[in-house]
């Protein structure tokens, strides 16, 4: 089987292999609270306040990336865009000077985030510099923000630094920004965490908000899985080929 293998067939294999068993349709939960009665969930994202931006992820800014393979960047950028469209979060997105060398942004984006909110910006390298990206976040009542962006240095640091001054909570998506050096990655690292600002992984946000597989998109959720942990997949197929081969030796 390829990594594409069939949807329900994965998620079933994802399931078994962590342990976890998928419920019946009837028996799914319809919705996933944020904080259970046991404490759960206290500290953890609350999908229901929460916005994602995506920052500047352009093809002329790709070029320059440095501290991740590009490809590991558009692929965890599409499955947060996958993860907002199911989990019905919304999305901004905005672009630096997409007319000039810093191009045009990934398509995928807006493909797999229908929803999604484009904001033009007039020159402004801070996006938070710009009135109309501030309103567009403010508009959506959320508290929490998901930034990802390139560079993260740049694009993701300054709206971050910014939107943590004005009260909100921020994430930063590490694995799904990207920056022209390993230095520029650790020292943005060391200065989102001295101002407090959360760093984290696509496949921590996809965990995070994800939080049961009692819940009636646990099947989509599976796929997701993969394109955040392609070698994961890997293990999926031959997890699922054993199953195969042990049904067909009986």
């Given at each position: 089987?390829?990594?594409?293998?069939?949807?329900s067939?994965?998620?079933?294999?994802?399931?078994?292999?962590?342990?976890?068993?998928l419920?019946?349709?009837s028996?799914?939960?319809q919705?996933?609270?944020s904080?259970l009665s046991?404490g759960?969930?206290?500290?953890?994202i609350?999908?229901?306040d929460?916005?994602?931006?995506?920052?500047?992820?352009?093809?002329?800014?790709?070029?320059t990336?440095?501290?991740?393979?590009?490809?590991?960047l558009?692929?965890?950028?599409i499955?947060?865009?996958?993860?907002?469209?199911?989990?019905?979060?919304?999305?901004?997105?905005?672009?630096?000077?997409?007319?000039?060398p810093?191009?045009?942004l990934m398509?995928?984006?807006?493909?797999?985030?229908?929803?999604?909110?484009?904001v033009g910006?007039?020159?402004?390298?801070?996006?938070?510099?710009?009135?109309?990206?501030?309103?567009?976040?403010?508009?959506t009542?959320?508290k929490?923000?998901?930034?990802a962006?390139?560079?993260?240095?740049?694009?993701?640091m300054?709206?971050?630094l910014?939107?943590?001054?004005?009260?909100?909570?921020v994430?930063a998506?590490?694995?799904?920004?990207?920056?022209?050096s390993?230095?520029?990655?650790?020292?943005?690292l060391?200065?989102?965490?001295?101002?407090?600002i959360?760093p984290?992984?696509?496949n921590a946000v996809?965990s995070?908000?994800?939080r049961?597989?009692?819940?009636p998109?646990?099947?989509?959720?599976?796929?997701?899985?993969?394109?955040?942990?392609?070698?994961y997949?890997?293990v999926?197929?031959?997890?699922?080929?054993?199953?195969?081969v042990g049904?067909?030796t009986?």
């Open positions: 089987m390829s990594i594409s293998l069939n949807g067939l994965l998620a079933l294999a994802i399931a078994a292999t962590i342990g976890i068993v419920p019946a349709p028996s799914l939960a919705t996933s609270p904080v046991s759960g969930g206290q500290a953890l609350d999908t229901s929460t916005v994602l931006l995506l920052l500047d992820h352009q093809a002329g800014l790709f070029q990336v440095k501290d991740i393979s590009v490809t590991e558009r692929n965890n950028t499955m947060l865009a996958k993860l907002a469209t199911l989990l019905k979060i919304p999305v901004i997105t905005t672009a630096s000077e997409p007319s000039g810093n191009g045009p398509p995928e984006i807006h493909q797999f985030a229908p929803h999604a909110q484009y910006r007039k020159g402004e390298v801070n996006a938070w510099d710009n009135e109309d990206f501030v309103k567009a976040v403010r508009a009542g959320k929490t923000l998901i930034m962006g390139v560079w993260t240095s740049v694009c993701v300054f709206p971050a910014d939107a943590k001054a004005a009260g909100f909570k994430y998506v590490i694995d799904a920004s990207g920056d022209p390993e230095l520029a990655s650790r020292t943005t060391a200065r989102f965490i001295q101002a407090g959360i984290t992984s696509t996809l995070e908000t994800h049961t597989w009692n819940r998109e646990a099947v989509e959720l599976a796929k997701l899985y993969a394109l955040a942990a392609p070698n997949a890997a999926i197929e031959s997890y699922q080929k054993a199953i195969e049904k067909q009986k």
